[in-house]
C-alpha cells in the first residue's frame, strides 16, 4: 500500500506474516487493522561516490546486496552513485527495533523467513521474467562473422522483401546484406520465410530486424542457433552496410514504421521534440514510469485522474477504502485506484529539486532535471489480470483500455458511488425498412463517440496526390523518402459521416416477414457529463494487419453536439411490427424440438453460463436456452443475436399461465413471495461482489431475479440493514397486499446540455496498435502540460489535430 520504494526517505515496511509492503505511512493503519506487529524494514541510501585523484569514482559499495527485486530510480543506476542497504526488524507498537543480520540473538525460522525476504524476486517480475531480464545469449558467430565485400549499401526507408516485395517484418542478413521478410505473424507481422530459406540457402547464420536499430542494440536473431541472440558487434556489423547505429531511432516496443523516414514529424510533434519544455512538479504533475509498452495505461490514467468525479471517488476516499480494504489490498480494485491516484495527485512523488542541488548540477554542466515518476506495475498486474492482451507485454490500444478500466469501475463500485457514470449516455438508434418505410426505435449504453475519418474530405488532395507519386518514385529508385504529407481532415466532416445513415447488414424486416434493406442512424438520448471522443484511425489491411490512417484532424475546442439530440418517433412515422424472425434450427435438431417448450426447471444451466461468459445478459441467456429447447450454446447464441434488440431482451423468462394459480399469485405480488427463492448461481455472482447475501435475495427477489436490476437496486437503497429480518418484512407486505411489481431502472445517465470544452487529449505515434507510443497531454490550471511516461512538462505546441482519444467536459448550461 502506497507507492514508496526501498529507496524512498522512509523506505519499506514488510510484513513478516503476509509478506505484503507499506510505506511508512500506512504500516500504522495495516499494524491497526490485523494486529500483526512484525515488520522488516528495508532502507537503501543513495549516495554520490567518492572521486579519485584522477576525477574517477571509487567503487566504493559497502553491501552490493538488493534487498528486494523492485523498482529502482533507473537515473541513479549509473557509475556515478553507490548503494548501502540497510535492513532491521521492527515490533509494532513500540518500535523497538532488531538490526539484521542477527543471527545470535533471532530464533532461526525467523532467520530463515528474513533470508527469503531479502533473497525474494518480485513478483510482478516473475509474472513475465523475459520481459525484465535480458539473459540472451552470445552468439558463437558474432565474434568471427564472415561479411561479404559487395557494396551493398541499406537506406535509411523503404525497404521492402528481395524475394516477394513485403514491406513488413524485413531482416537484414548480416553476412551479405540481403533483405527478406521472416515469418508469418513472426513477431505480430506478415511474411513468407524467404530470410529462413535464404539461410537454408547459403548458410550465413545472422540477420538483424529493419526498425529495430536504436542507438542501445536491435533484435538479432540467430538462424543456426535458432534462438534471438546478443551480437556484441553489432555497431560494426552495420557499419559494412552504411548503418549508423547511433543515429538510429525505434519506438519503446522495438518495432519502427520502416516506410517513414526517422525525422518524421508525428514523433516529433507529439512529443513536442526540439522544444525545451518546462518541467513540471506538484500536485497533479506526477508522471508514470513504462513499464515496457504500458504508455497506453499511463495516458489513460492520467486522463481519469484529471477528473473531479475520480478523483473525491478514490482519493478523497483513500482512508475508508485503506482502513476497510481486504486483508490482502493487492488484490482489490478500489485500493490500488486510490493507491494510484494518490500517487499522482499528492505531489509526493513529484517534488521539484532544492536550489543546492541545481546549482551544483549547473556547476558540473549537467543541469538535466530528474523526473522519476510512479511505477503502476502493481495497478497493471491487478487490473490485467486474466485479461489475454492486458495480461501481456505487447502495445494495446488505449481505447480498450479506457473500456475495460470503465467495465473495472462499473463493477467494483464503491457504495452507490460510481464515478464511471459521468461518461455513460443513451443512444437511441432509429432502424428503417427501405423498403416499407417502417422504423423502429431502440437504445443502448456508450462510454465514448467514435468519429469515422472522412477521408474523401480531405482539404489537401492535390498534395497528397504529389507527395504519393514521389514517395513511388523514391521507393523505385532506393532514395530517401519525401516529407510526409498528411492529409487534412476537416471536424465537421468526421461529425457528419457520423450522423448520415448506415446500412444495416442482413436487415430482417419485421414489416416484410422478410429479410429487406435497411439503415440504421444514431443520435444522442443523452449527453453525458464527460463526453469522450475516438477518432477511428485504425483500420486493416489486406494482410489483417492493424494500420492507422496518418492524418490531420482540426478538433474544437469548443464542441456544441445538440443537433444530435434524439428525437424519438416522430409524427407520420410508421412502427415496423413487433414480430421476431424465425429461429433457424439445425435440420437435425427439429425432431427434438417437436414443437414443445421444456419446463423451466430443466433449462441446461452449463448451456446458460457458456453464454453469460460471452459479455450477454443472464436473464437473455436463460431465454435463449429455454426457446431453443436445450439444444446446446451455439443454437441459443443464433436466437440472442436475432433478439438481443428487442426491448424486453435481458428482461426475466415469464410464461403466461404456466404453473397455474400460484404463478398468478407470484406475478401480483412482483414475484417477492417467500416461495420466490432467486436461483442460487444468480446469488453467487452478487455475493462474489462483496455483497451480503441476503442483500442479494432481497435485491433480486424485488426486481424479479433480474441480476443487473438487483445490482442497481442495492446501489440505490444504501441504507440496507444487513442485521435486519427483512425476509419478514417481505412477508408482512406480502399479506398486506402493498408490494407492487418493481419498474425496472434504466441506466444512470447525467443528461444535460452538448455544450463541451476540450481538457485532454491522447495521441498515439505509431502504424498500428500492435507498436509505438502514447502520450497525454491535459489542460490545467489555464495551460497544456505534456505527460510522456514519467516526464511531466508544460506544453508549448500542443498538437491537438493529430490526437487518438479526445476528452471533453460539459460547460454550464
Excluded at 118 to 140: A, F, G, H, I, M
Excluded at 254 to 281: A, H
Excluded at 682 to 711: C, D, P, Y
Aim: proline share 6%; glycine share 6%.
Amino acid at each position: 500500500m502506497g507507492t514508496e520504494y526501498e529507496n524512498s526517505e522512509g523506505g519499506l515496511y514488510v510484513c513478516m506474516n503476509t509478506f505484503l509492503a507499506f510505506g511508512r505511512e500506512h504500516v500504522e493503519r495495516h499494524f491497526r487493522k490485523t494486529g500483526q506487529s512484525v515488520y522488516m524494514h528495508l532502507k537503501r541510501h543513495v549516495r554520490e561516490k567518492v572521486r579519485g585523484a584522477s576525477g574517477g569514482a571509487l567503487p566504493k559499495r559497502r553491501n552490493s546486496k538488493i534487498f528486494l527485486d523492485l523498482d529502482t530510480d533507473d537515473d541513479l543506476n549509473s557509475d556515478d552513485f553507490e548503494y548501502e542497504d540497510e535492513a532491521k526488524l521492527v515490533i509494532f507498537p513500540d518500535h523497538y527495533e532488531i538490526a539484521l543480520p542477527n543471527i545470535e540473538e533471532l530464533p532461526a525460522l525467523v532467520t530463515i523467513a528474513c533470508d527469503a525476504v531479502l533473497s525474494s524476486k518480485s513478483p510482478y517480475r516473475k509474472q513475465d521474467p523475459d520481459t525484465w531480464e535480458n539473459e540472451l545469449p552470445v552468439s558463437k558467430y558474432a565474434n568471427n562473422l564472415t561479411q561479404l565485400d559487395n557494396g551493398v549499401r541499406i537506406p535509411p526507408s523503404g525497404w521492402k522483401c528481395a524475394r516477394c516485395d513485403l514491406r513488413e517484418n524485413l531482416w537484414l542478413n548480416l553476412t551479405d546484406g540481403s533483405v527478406l521478410c521472416g515469418k508469418w505473424f513472426f513477431d505480430s507481422s506478415g511474411g513468407n520465410g524467404h530470410a529462413l530459406e535464404h539461410y537454408r540457402d547459403m548458410g550465413y547464420p545472422l540477420a538483424v530486424k529493419l526498425g529495430t536499430i536504436t542507438p542501445d542494440g536491435a533484435d538479432v536473431y540467430s538462424f543456426q542457433e535458432e534462438e534471438p541472440v546478443l551480437d556484441p558487434h553489432l555497431a560494426r556489423h552495420l557499419a559494412h552496410f552504411g548503418i549508423d547505429m547511433l543515429h538510429m531511432h525505434g519506438t519503446e516496443n522495438g518495432l519502427r514504421d520502416n516506410d517513414i523516414k526517422p525525422r518524421v514529424s508525428e514523433w516529433e510533434v507529439i512529443q513536442e521534440s526540439g522544444t525545451k519544455l518546462k518541467p513540471m512538479y506538484g500536485p497533479g504533475y506526477t508522471g508514470l514510469k513504462n513499464l515496457g509498452n504500458s504508455c497506453y495505461l499511463g495516458s489513460v490514467m492520467q486522463a481519469i485522474f484529471s477528473i473531479p468525479e475520480f478523483q473525491r471517488a478514490y482519493v478523497g476516499n483513500l482512508p475508508r477504502i485503506f482502513d476497510y480494504s481486504p486483508l490482502d489490498p493487492t488484490q482489490d480494485f478500489n485500493t490500488q485506484m486510490t493507491k494510484l491516484g494518490h500517487g499522482l495527485l499528492s505531489g509526493q512523488y513529484s517534488k521539484p529539486p532544492v536550489k543546492s542541488e541545481l546549482i551544483e548540477q549547473v556547476m558540473k554542466e549537467e543541469h538535466k532535471p530528474q523526473q522519476n515518476g510512479i511505477s503502476p506495475r502493481m495497478f497493471k498486474a491487478f487490473v490485467s489480470k486474466s485479461h489475454p492482451e492486458f495480461s501481456s507485454n505487447r502495445q494495446q490500444d488505449a481505447q480498450e483500455f479506457f473500456l475495460h478500466l470503465v467495465n473495472l469501475v462499473e463493477r467494483n463500485r464503491i457504495g452507490s458511488e460510481n464515478p464511471s457514470d459521468v461518461f455513460r449516455f443513451l443512444v437511441e438508434e432509429r432502424i428503417q425498412c427501405c423498403q416499407t418505410r417502417k422504423v423502429r426505435y431502440t437504445e443502448r449504453v456508450d462510454y465514448l463517440m467514435q468519429l469515422p475519418v472522412a477521408m474523401e474530405a480531405a482539404t489537401n488532395k492535390d498534395e497528397l496526390i504529389a507527395y504519393e507519386l514521389t514517395r513511388r518514385e523514391a521507393e523505385a529508385n532506393r532514395r530517401p523518402l519525401p516529407e510526409l504529407v498528411r492529409a487534412k481532415i476537416p471536424f465537421s466532416a468526421c461529425l457528419q459521416a457520423f450522423s448520415e445513415p448506415e446500412n444495416v447488414d442482413d436487415f430482417w424486416s419485421s414489416a416484410l416477414q422478410a429479410k429487406s434493406a435497411g439503415v440504421k442512424t444514431s443520435r444522442f438520448a443523452s449527453f453525458p457529463e464527460y463526453l469522450v471522443v475516438q477518432i477511428k484511425k485504425f483500420t486493416f489491411g489486406l494482410d489483417w494487419v492493424p494500420k492507422k490512417f496518418d492524418v490531420s484532424v482540426d478538433m474544437p475546442d469548443l464542441l456544441d453536439i445538440n443537433h444530435l439530440r434524439a428525437r424519438g418517433l416522430q409524427p407520420g412515422e410508421e412502427e415496423l411490427p413487433d414480430i421476431s424472425p424465425p429461429i433457424v434450427i439445425p435440420d437435425d435438431s427439429k425432431d427434438r424440438l417437436m414443437n414443445q417448450l421444456i419446463d423451466p426447471s430443466d433449462i441446461d444451466e452449463s448451456a446458460v453460463m457458456q453464454l453469460a461468459e460471452m459479455g450477454f445478459p443472464l436473464e437473455a441467456c436463460r431465454k435463449a436456452v429455454y426457446f431453443t429447447g436445450n439444444m446446446g450454446a451455439e443454437v441459443a447464441f443464433n436466437w440472442i443475436i436475432v433478439h438481443m434488440e428487442e426491448s424486453d431482451f435481458a428482461e426475466p423468462l415469464t410464461l403466461p399461465g404456466y404453473g397455474g394459480a400460484s404463478s398468478a399469485g407470484a406475478s401480483a405480488f412482483g414475484a417477492t413471495g417467500l416461495d420466490n427463492q432467486p436461483p442460487e448461481e444468480i446469488v453467487a455472482i452478487i455475493t462474489s461482489m462483496g455483497f451480503q447475501r441476503n442483500q442479494a435475495i432481497q435485491a433480486l427477489r424485488a426486481t424479479n431475479h433480474n441480476l443487473e436490476r438487483a445490482l442497481d437496486w442495492i446501489f440505490s437503497h444504501p441504507e440496507f440493514d444487513e442485521d435486519g429480518d427483512f425476509v419478514l418484512e417481505m412477508e408482512n407486505n406480502a399479506n398486506a397486499n402493498i408490494v407492487s411489481e418493481a419498474k425496472p431502472e434504466g441506466p444512470r445517465v447525467k443528461d444535460g446540455s452538448g455544450t463541451y470544452e476540450l481538457f485532454a487529449f491522447i495521441s498515439h505515434m505509431g502504424t498500428s496498435t500492435m507498436s509505438g507510443h502514447y502520450v497525454c497531454h491535459i489542460k490545467k490550471e489555464g495551460r497544456w502540460v505534456i505527460y510522456n511516461d514519467h516526464k511531466v512538462c508544460a506544453s508549448e505546441r500542443p498538437p491537438k489535430d493529430l490526437g487518438y482519444m479526445y476528452f471533453y467536459r460539459r460547460l454550464p448550461s
